[in-house]
């Protein structure tokens, strides 16, 4: 095949190919989930349905993993009760679910320090850059809560925005 219908054939060729190709975005059908608990110490973070335990994943957090995040900076993840408030599907590291730090209490803390809360805490896959950093420290974030990307595929398609995520020592 020579000319335009060879270009033809090539061009269907790729798009059926690039419709065989994974999505980073899946679909989940199962029981809602109603709460993200995170422990901290444990390194582990669960997706519940009411008491029920429907995933639950080995994390990495902030490269400062103790304690409670203060001020902007500190390496810190955050610890209370948020919410799932937004999400990047352009997110550096693969996908990600945001995070409500700071609430009015992180805030006014920090302020009353001179110091900014910080912001941008997220629940991330790894991506490229997390991958190489992972490789050499569990916690290698700036504070947010680090997963595979394989697994933040899963969180994003399961944790709406508004489902409270309890984060504890």
Same mark, same amino acid.
């Given at each position: &095949?020579?000319?335009?219908?060879?270009? %033809?054939?090539?061009?269907?060729?790729? $798009?059926?190919?690039?419709?065989?190709?994974?999505?980073?975005?899946?679909?989940? *059908?199962?029981?809602?989930?109603?709460?993200?608990?995170?422990?901290?110490?444990?390194?582990? &973070? $669960?997706? $519940?349905?009411?008491?029920?335990? $429907?995933?639950?994943?080995? %994390?990495?957090?902030?490269?400062?993993?103790? /304690?409670?995040?203060?001020?902007? /900076? #500190?390496?810190?993840?955050?610890?209370?009760?948020?919410?799932?408030?937004?999400?990047?599907?352009?997110?550096?590291?693969?996908?990600?679910?945001?995070?409500?730090?700071?609430?009015?209490? #992180?805030?006014?803390?920090?302020?009353?320090?001179?110091?900014?809360? /910080?912001?941008?805490?997220?629940?991330?896959?790894?991506?490229?850059?997390?991958?190489?950093? *992972?490789?050499?420290?569990?916690?290698?974030?700036? /504070?947010?809560?680090?997963?595979?990307?394989?697994?933040?595929?899963?969180?994003?398609? &399961?944790?709406? #925005?508004?489902?409270?995520?309890?984060?504890?020592?």
């Amino acid at each position: &095949m020579s000319g335009w219908l060879g270009r %033809i054939v090539a061009v269907a060729l790729l $798009l059926g190919l690039a419709a065989c190709a994974p999505s980073k975005f899946k679909t989940y *059908s199962g029981p809602p989930v109603t709460q993200v608990v995170v422990n901290k110490g444990a390194r582990q &973070m $669960l997706l $519940l349905n009411g008491n029920t335990v $429907l995933k639950a994943y080995r %994390i990495g957090l902030g490269n400062e993993p103790i /304690g409670h995040k203060q001020f902007e /900076g #500190d390496g810190k993840t955050p610890e209370g009760i948020y919410y799932i408030d937004r999400r990047n599907p352009d997110s550096r590291y693969h996908l990600s679910v945001g995070v409500s730090y700071p609430n009015p209490n #992180d805030t006014a803390f920090a302020l009353s320090q001179g110091k900014a809360p /910080g912001g941008d805490i997220f629940i991330h896959g790894q991506g490229p850059e997390g991958r190489a950093l *992972s490789k050499r420290l569990p916690d290698w974030t700036a /504070g947010c809560i680090a997963v595979t990307d394989e697994q933040v595929e899963d969180i994003y398609a &399961m944790v709406p #925005d508004g489902t409270p995520i309890l984060i504890t020592p």
